[in-house]
């Protein structure tokens, strides 16, 4: 695991707002030195982001200061809901377009770490 990675899981389990994260991109793959890692917040069902929201709590979910901290892509919703649904078939999703795809099947694993 990276050292970013962990930091950033810390920051997500202080904060409080989140269940899980589930990390894909080239990172959840064999790959030796991973370019770039995406991530899921996988937010808790009762965390309102119209509320206000303290400097960390903010820190965690907001795409721009995620990749701005920690070089990764992330995107917060709450579990069961429409985003999460959306979110999760998009990053296993096989991408059919690259010259060798990985495997013939339409799905890949991602890997989800609870907090």
């Known amino acids: ?23 894909d991109g080239s990172y959840a793959t064999a790959v030796e030195e991973p370019s770039d890692i995406d991530l899921i917040l996988v937010l808790r069902t009762d ?3 119209a509320a206000g929201v303290t400097p960390r709590e903010y820190n965690v979910q907001s795409r ?19 985003a999460y649904k959306k979110y999760l078939s998009w990053f296993t999703r096989v991408n059919e377009s690259k010259p060798k795809p990985p495997t013939a099947k339409l799905r890949k694993g991602v890997i989800r770490i609870t907090l």
């Open 47 to 49: 965390f309102d982001l």
């Open 1 to 23: 695991m990276t050292k970013k990675l962990k930091q950033y899981l810390a920051e997500a389990r202080q904060s409080g707002v989140a269940k899980a994260v589930i990390v």
């Open 64 to 82: 721009r200061m995620v990749r701005r901290i920690y070089k990764f892509d992330v995107f917060a919703a709450p579990e069961g809901s429409v």
